[in-house]
C-alpha cells in the first residue's frame, strides 16, 4: 500500500477487495489487511538470477542463498505453486529454478552451472546510436515527442530563462564549485 502514490486511494481500493493475499517479511500497513500473509524470503534465503539496468546493463549476477528456511519461500516460487493450483500450471515454470534455466537458455548454461560462474558479462557496443538510430519513434533525438503530445504531456521541455541571480559570480570567481 505505501508502495505506490496516493497511499489513502491505494487502500480505498484494497478495502473494496473480497480477499487479499500477502507475501512480504515485515508487519507493514498491506499485510495487517490481508486475510492471508505467505511467509516470502529475504535475498539471503532464495537463489535470484539479477539482471537488470538498476544492477548493470552488461552484466547478470547469480544470487545464491546464504540460509535455507522451510517456511520463507521467494515470490517467483509461491506465483508458480499458486498457478498449479489455480489450474493454471501451463502458463508457468514448475519453480525459480526452471524460470532461471528459461531466461539463461541464450548463454547455453543451467542455472546450477551458472551459479558456478557468479556472473555474466555481455559485451559492450559503444556508439550503437550509428548503427541502430537512437530508441525514438524516428530513430533520432527527439527535443519534440509526439508520442509525448498524444498522452496530454508536455512534449518538449519548457525554455525557462536562468535568473541573473543565478548566473552572477562572486566578485573574483571564476567558477562555481561542485559538490
Same mark, same amino acid.
Given at each position: 500500500?505505501?508502495?505506490?502514490?496516493?497511499?489513502?486511494?491505494?487502500?480505498?481500493?484494497?478495502?473494496?477487495?473480497?480477499?487479499?493475499?500477502?507475501?512480504?517479511?515485515?508487519?507493514?500497513?498491506?499485510?495487517?489487511?490481508?486475510?492471508?500473509? *505467505?511467509?516470502?524470503?529475504?535475498? *539471503?534465503?532464495?537463489?535470484?538470477?539479477?539482471?537488470?539496468?538498476?544492477?548493470?546493463?552488461?552484466?547478470?549476477?547469480?544470487?545464491?542463498?546464504?540460509?535455507?528456511?522451510?517456511?520463507?519461500?521467494?515470490?517467483?516460487?509461491?506465483?508458480?505453486?499458486?498457478?498449479?493450483?489455480?489450474?493454471?500450471?501451463?502458463?508457468?515454470?514448475?519453480?525459480?529454478?526452471?524460470?532461471?534455466?528459461?531466461? *539463461?537458455?541464450?548463454?547455453?548454461?543451467?542455472?546450477?552451472?551458472?551459479?558456478?560462474?557468479?556472473?555474466?558479462?555481455?559485451?559492450?557496443?559503444?556508439?550503437?546510436?550509428?548503427?541502430?538510430?537512437?530508441?525514438?519513434?524516428?530513430?533520432?533525438?527527439?527535443?519534440?515527442?509526439?508520442?509525448?503530445?498524444?498522452?496530454?504531456?508536455?512534449?518538449?521541455?519548457?525554455?525557462?530563462?536562468?535568473?541573473?541571480?543565478?548566473?552572477?559570480?562572486?566578485?573574483?570567481?571564476?567558477?562555481?564549485?561542485?559538490?
Amino acid at each position: 500500500m505505501i508502495s505506490y502514490s496516493n497511499a489513502n486511494r491505494v487502500k480505498e481500493a484494497l478495502e473494496k477487495l473480497e480477499f487479499i493475499a500477502v507475501s512480504d517479511l515485515f508487519m507493514t500497513p498491506t499485510v495487517r489487511m490481508g486475510d492471508i500473509v *505467505l511467509p516470502a524470503s529475504s535475498w *539471503l534465503e532464495r537463489d535470484n538470477l539479477i539482471s537488470s539496468f538498476q544492477v548493470s546493463p552488461t552484466y547478470t549476477i547469480a544470487q545464491q542463498k546464504s540460509v535455507e528456511l522451510p517456511e520463507a519461500r521467494s515470490d517467483v516460487d509461491i506465483v508458480c505453486d499458486l498457478a498449479r493450483r489455480l489450474g493454471l500450471a501451463e502458463h508457468f515454470w514448475n519453480d525459480s529454478g526452471e524460470l532461471y534455466d528459461f531466461l *539463461l537458455g541464450p548463454t547455453g548454461l543451467t542455472f546450477q552451472e551458472f551459479k558456478e560462474k557468479k556472473r555474466i558479462f555481455s559485451p559492450l557496443v559503444y556508439r550503437q546510436f550509428e548503427k541502430n538510430g537512437f530508441n525514438t519513434p524516428s530513430g533520432k533525438v527527439e527535443l519534440y515527442s509526439p508520442s509525448w503530445k498524444r498522452t496530454d504531456a508536455t512534449p518538449s521541455p519548457p525554455m525557462r530563462r536562468p535568473s541573473r541571480a543565478l548566473l552572477a559570480l562572486p566578485a573574483g570567481r571564476r567558477s562555481i564549485p561542485i559538490f
